[in-house]
């Protein structure tokens, strides 16, 4: 895997990917942002939630159980001092589907944060990583 950020002005980032897709990072005003993008640790958060919600959708799927919708939101908590790194990250996952057991999406999201999800383990090495699922309205 490869990417590339470039900055552009100011507190203002592109990112591309190795995909070829891009993203705009940008800071706080009071850092000399405008507030334009994502901040670069909202990034990390969202990769996160992107890894293990693919994971949780392919798993499911894969066991053709009938998932129709997922939905990850993410808490987290950082340190207070510099580096200020996540502490603590807490994933709370809404999975939907007609006829979508309780087991699979238990099944589906302990093999995400244990086996599969590279950043959620990644992370987990620095961070205190929870995990949490409901069986939301199909």
């Given amino acids: 895997m490869r990417a590339t950020v470039k900055w552009v002005e100011e507190a203002t980032f592109e990112g591309t990917a190795g995909s070829g897709h891009k993203v705009i990072m940008d800071g706080p005003p009071d850092a000399g942002g405008r507030d334009l ?7 990390l958060l969202l990769g996160l939630g992107g890894c293990t919600a693919f994971d949780v959708v392919y798993i499911l799927k894969r066991g053709r159980h009938p998932v129709e919708d997922c939905t990850v939101e993410i808490e987290a908590e950082r340190a207070e001092t510099e580096p200020k790194v996540f502490t603590r990250i807490h994933l709370h996952y809404k999975v939907a589907g007609n006829g979508l057991k309780e087991p699979a999406v238990k099944r589906a999201v302990e093999l995400s944060a244990e086996k599969y999800c590279s950043a959620s383990i990644m992370l987990g090495k620095v961070a205190t990583v929870t995990h949490s699922y409901e069986l939301a309205p199909a």
Avoid: H
């Fill in 37 to 43: 993008g994502v901040r670069p640790m909202e990034m």
